[in-house]
């Protein structure tokens, strides 16, 4: 009888899931095992809700945004200050009552935290993990899949925003996701030419944003294009969290539209008496998110699921497959948990020659 094998997503959706899952349900099931997708990530194994995955359910998957086998934000252990529920072992249950072999975790730094808790207390060890943000926030691999295909249609919408800006000679305050993180403000910044790029690792002054805007009106360059990361104020339209306890973000573009408004009205020259000075916002939000991947999400999402694969065979437990250069290697999961890439400086710097901040 064939071993079993479960899968789950968790977290937020991104482009190159299916990808993955295509690649875990190939190679697994040619190398003899069944393959058992849990529905919406955790909830699904707290419910006992799985299904089995066969070759004709993953054909052309990889094409395709989303996960087939849903997602969402469930933890099984209390998280601090969010949750004193731990239903772990109502987990475990379920999945030993399944007989299953392996989990294959794919998901980012909140849900590969349960994962390694899991293999830690040893109730259910073999679990193995596949790294999932599209902030690329996630400690010890060198990119995810999901992010090269949020950074181009991050860049798209800011070369869009360029003409319009520039017919209006408006201000466009650019929202982009990135709690913790700038990574994908920074390179959709770079690529689609911003004139600022504000990331919540490194401190700004609105001074200096006023500068830029002020230099580039004074000089015949009647419009200004700034790349934000949702993370880079602790501000939000709400203090709603989600049930890992991360506040809910969006809205720092808003803020930033109405202070750069009053301050354009108050300071700028106007051209002539009917001319209007505006700020305008826009929060690409779930935009990056959907969509199909672009090819290096789909080959990368591809080889990390079939990588994941060669971990259950090899019974190389309580690690994580991991992009290290151009090749697939296996992390400690608690090498990969409890904290977050961030954009280093010179990165910053990089970008700071292009920019006006």
Known sequence: ????????????????????????????????????????????????????LILDDVEQIHCKGGTIIGTSRTPIFPKKGKSNVDRS??????????????????GGDDTQGEADRLFKDQRFPHVVGVPKT??????????????????????????????????????????IMGRHAGWMTIEAGMAGGAHVILIPETKYDMNDVYKVIKDRYESGKGYTIIAVA?????????????????????????????????????????????????????????????????????????????QAIELVKNETWGHMVSLQGTE????????AVGGYKIVPDYRHEEAELFTGL
């Open 1 to 52: 009888m064939a071993k079993k094998i479960g899968i789950l997503t968790g977290g937020g959706d991104a482009p190159g899931l299916n990808a993955v899952i295509r690649g875990i349900v190939v190679n697994g099931t040619k190398s003899g095992y069944e393959v058992w997708g849990f529905m919406d990530g955790w909830a699904g194994v707290l419910n006992g809700n799985a299904k089995k």
């Open 230 to 306: 949702e993370g880079i104020e602790e501000t939000s339209e709400s203090k709603e969290t989600d049930a890992f306890g991360n506040v809910k973000l969006g809205g720092v573009c808003e803020t930033l539209e109405a202070r750069i408004q009053e301050w354009m009205i108050e300071n700028l020259e106007k051209p002539y008496p009917e001319f209007k000075f505006e700020a305008r916002s826009v929060r690409l939000g779930h935009l990056q998110r959907g969509g199909s991947p672009t090819a290096f999400d789909r080959i990368l999402g591809t080889r990390l699921g079939v």
């Open 89 to 106: 072992d109502e987990a475990v249950k379920h999945l030993k009552e399944m007989d299953l072999h392996a989990l294959i975790v794919i």
């Open 328 to 335: 697939i290697k296996a992390v400690k999961l608690e090498d």
């Open 134 to 175: 599209i902030d690329n926030d996630l400690r010890s691999t060198d990119y995810t899949f999901g992010f090269n295909t949020a950074v181009q249609i991050a860049s798209e919408a800011i070369d869009r925003l360029h003409t319009t800006a520039n017919s209006h000679h408006r201000v466009m305050v650019v929202e």
